[in-house]
């Protein structure tokens, strides 16, 4: 390489370092110093909250937990909170800085825990050195949490610590930097060893490093079946073999072999896994080209492994890679599992940490990579082959169904190891629980899953077929049953699109296609279609072309026929485009939302939020632009039933500028009329209005303002005047305050369960809206 060239590369790494450094500090500093804040978890408004939080009410609690120590979970938040601790001896990539220059490390361990698996943190950093005034101080802190995660503190000091700390602290104290290690690594070899097609229990082992991780993913090893008598350790003295003094201690004496090699070069003859923890370009090319078949190679080092994979492919092709870095296939990263562990130990009130709940952890991380991969993480690594295999073998840290997999194995195992002081009762309840952390949704659709389960009627087709989110929608929805799906698009692509992403659905076996190539429906389609719409202006022609292009047509047509029982379509366009072709064929339903209720036949959309401590519904967010009075009424009636599916009871709030007659203006009037007339028709239902937004979601404030309303509490279901108020309403709320999470647009009054989307839907919501169609298509209209 020129010598110009090598010194614009450098500058270049020079540059990419110094943004990246300016960026970080940006972070860290604005808009407020630091990652972490407390939020309080009760209101404090007044003198009656505060005589609750503080004096004198909260002597109740305090005495309720000297009668029972136990009683500390139920009335504190010990059962949610860990201490993320270290003295700042090893930290990352920058040794031992000391406690207070670690402490951005901690802040940013307590984010990953919250974000991940909503587990609260102090981080707390001690300048002490002395491992057994260190000990003292931790183990003084019993009381204030439910568990302790110790990090950076180094070898051998941390073994020390830890073991100390188990045997005198009734909870869980868990040292990432070995045991969250060691279980990645763990789950990632026993992935590799499948992939390379190795019994476990016959592969030769080399490391590099004999530090805290690398002994702990030793020792984890040797419990899911690798061989000790197999297992070679080399550090900076070379080999550890039977004899040797220098460099040593317990922890490292239990790996001696009885071997005249003395360095890494040695031992790495007919070696099946190389593991280094160590630094950065000890594992040579040479080395790897004297290691067995299909080789197993882990350069851990960071941020530069033991070898580059560039450079160990350069060698062989046969390798089956991993390393710590992002920037590569495989990379052996902990976050994938300390959170989950965290939190099915304290839901069920573990007292320790034990080998069963690690190797529980070890075969869901390696169980959960063989699966297909979900949305978030498809769309967080777009444009990587994420399946099974080579490069492949462990989830991405994105993956949601980590919670899911790895918290309830972990909470199971510390149940039949007899560690479990709150053992889970239902684990399948515990189950759907960490669901609704993970998807905001999740209670909301429960009732409406457990009908689409339980449904007759199951066949839904999806427009757009050959949509990379429909597609995984439908791997979803079979695999929890929630539906048969038909896929309107082209048979070879879709099959084409399967594979590309990974995914198991089988044609015939798990779905249905119109093949809008060809089909031997399109005739009967194109005449049906056009004996509708002949005095609408539609001709034999355009009949025949717009069957053929119109895919959202197409699927109304199946679903006219019955060769359908629901239609999804919106993924992309606009809602008035789809609508077109949906009232063309399916049309309005022919009565009122209420038996009593005038007939008044309208479409309109509703979307719900789930919001910080509430879920609100809002209507009409997509069709109507300036509804009557009388199509208001309908468009409420129709919502609030629709919620009644979810297991949620309307409370409907008419909302405008005016409050309670404050003004006279035309929408106002609309609003006060709409009232009337839903008194009229939908007594059932527990409205009020006109009203602003805030009077609607503080039901405190509202009857103070108008005591004799005859809407209670905080409305759930909000009512604008307009389309652009309910739009520009839904998505504010929905960006600014619901996280992005929405269920809908759910249309109503559809002649037959259709729901039309926008385009900025996710897999998550398609599978809501599924089971959503599949339930709606089981209910009698």
């Known amino acids: 390489m020129p010598e110009n060239t090598t010194a614009q590369n450098n500058n270049n790494d020079s540059d990419k370092r110094a943004q990246l450094r300016r960026a970080a500090l940006e972070y860290h500093e604005f808009p407020k110093p630091g990652k972490l804040a407390i939020a309080a978890t009760k209101q404090m408004i007044n003198q009656h909250d505060l005589a609750l939080a503080y004096s004198p009410g909260v002597a109740a609690p305090c005495e309720e937990i000297v009668k029972d120590p136990a009683n500390a979970f139920r009335y504190t938040s010990r059962g949610n909170l860990v201490a993320v601790i270290s003295n700042g001896t090893a930290v990352l990539g920058l040794g031992d800085i000391g406690a207070l220059a670690s402490k951005p490390v901690m802040e940013g361990k307590a984010v990953l825990f919250k974000k991940f698996a909503g587990v609260d943190v102090f981080d707390i950093e001690i300048d002490e050195k002395d491992p057994a005034k260190l000990v003292e101080v931790i183990a003084a802190l019993e009381p204030t949490f439910g568990a302790v995660n110790l990090e950076d503190i180094k070898a051998p000091d941390c073994f020390y610590v830890e073991r100390e700390l188990r045997k005198r602290m009734k909870i869980p104290v868990f040292h990432d930097d070995q045991h969250g290690t060691a279980i990645t690594v763990a789950a990632a070899i026993v992935n590799a060893l499948k992939v390379a097609g190795k019994k476990i229990e016959d592969v030769k082992l080399v490391t590099s490093g004999a530090g805290a991780a690398a002994l702990a993913c030793l020792n984890l090893l040797l419990k899911v079946g690798v061989q000790r008598k197999n297992v070679f350790v080399t550090d900076l003295a070379g080999v550890v073999y039977e004899g040797r003094e220098e460099l040593m201690d317990d922890d490292k004496r239990q790996f001696m072999q009885k071997t005249d090699a003395r360095k890494l070069a040695e031992v790495m003859v007919g070696a099946d896994v190389f593991l280094g923890l160590s630094a950065g370009n000890v594992l040579k090319p040479e080395m790897v080209a004297t290691m067995a078949e299909r080789p197993v190679i882990f350069a851990l080092a960071n941020p530069n492994p033991e070898i580059t994979p560039e450079l160990a492919h350069s060698v062989r092709n046969d390798i089956i890679m991993a390393t710590g870095r992002s920037d590569y296939p495989n990379q052996v990263n902990n976050v994938l599992c300390f959170p989950y562990i965290f939190r099915g130990a304290l839901d069920c009130g573990a007292t320790t940490i034990t080998d069963e709940m690690e190797i529980a952890a070890v075969h869901a991380i390696a169980e959960l990579a063989q699966a297909e991969q979900s949305e978030v993480v498809a769309a967080a690594y777009v444009g990587e082959k994420l399946t099974f295999g080579p490069e492949y073998l462990i989830p991405k840290p994105f993956d949601p169904r980590l919670m899911m997999k790895i918290a309830p194995a972990v909470a199971q195992a510390a149940m039949d190891s007899g560690v479990a002081q709150r053992p889970i009762a239902d684990m399948d309840a515990y189950r759907d629980r960490l669901q609704t952390f993970v998807y905001a949704s999740g209670t909301t659709m429960k009732p409406i899953f457990d009908a689409a389960r339980n449904a007759a009627k199951k066949r839904v087709a999806y427009a757009e077929g ?7 929608a439908a791997q979803i929805v079979v695999d929890e049953r929630v539906a048969r799906p038909t896929l309107i698009g082209r048979p070879a692509i879709i099959a084409q699109r399967i594979e590309k992403f990974g995914l198991r659905l089988k044609e015939g076996v798990d779905y249905d296609v119109v093949n809008t190539d060809f089909d031997h429906r ?5 005449q049906t279609y056009h004996r509708m719409t002949e005095r609408k202006g539609i001709t034999q022609q355009v009949a025949k072309i717009e069957m053929r292009r119109r895919l959202t047509l197409i699927g109304s047509m199946m679903l006219h026929k019955g060769e359908v029982d629901g239609l999804i379509c919106g993924t992309w366009g606009t809602t008035a485009n789809h609508l077109m072709y949906i009232d063309q064929v399916i049309g309005k339903h022919a009565g009122g939302a209420d038996s009593t ?14 919001l910080p401590g509430r879920q609100v519904f809002l209507v009409d967010t997509h069709v109507n632009y300036d509804p009557t009075p009388q199509e208001l009424a309908e468009i409420t009636a129709l919502a609030a039933e629709e919620m009644m599916r979810f297991g949620i009871k309307p409370k409907a709030a008419l909302l405008s500028h005016s409050n309670f007659g404050t003004s006279n203006s035309p929408s106002a009037v609309k609003m006060r009329q709409t009232l009337e007339l839903l008194r009229q028709q939908a007594p059932w239902l527990e409205v009020d209005g006109e009203m602003h937004g805030d009077v609607a979601l503080d039901g405190k404030a509202r009857s103070a303002l108008m005591p004799s309303s005859e809407l209670t509490g905080d409305a ?3 009512v604008f005047p307009n389309i652009d108020a309910a739009n520009i309403a839904y998505n ?9 999470i929405a269920i809908g647009p759910v249309l109503l009054g559809a002649a037959k369960p259709v729901h039309i989307l926008t385009p900025s839907a996710t897999v998550r919501r398609i599978v809501n809206m599924t089971a959503l169609t599949v339930a709606d298509a089981n209910v009698a209209r």
């Open 466 to 472: 050959e949509e990379e989110r429909v597609l995984r």
């Open 522 to 526: 399109y005739r009967d389609f194109w």
């Open 597 to 610: 209720a005038q007939d008044v036949p309208v479409y309109a959309c509703m979307n719900g939020l789930m």
């Open 732 to 740: 504010l709320l929905k960006t600014a305050a619901g996280g992005g």
């Open 716 to 718: 759930n279901l909000l």
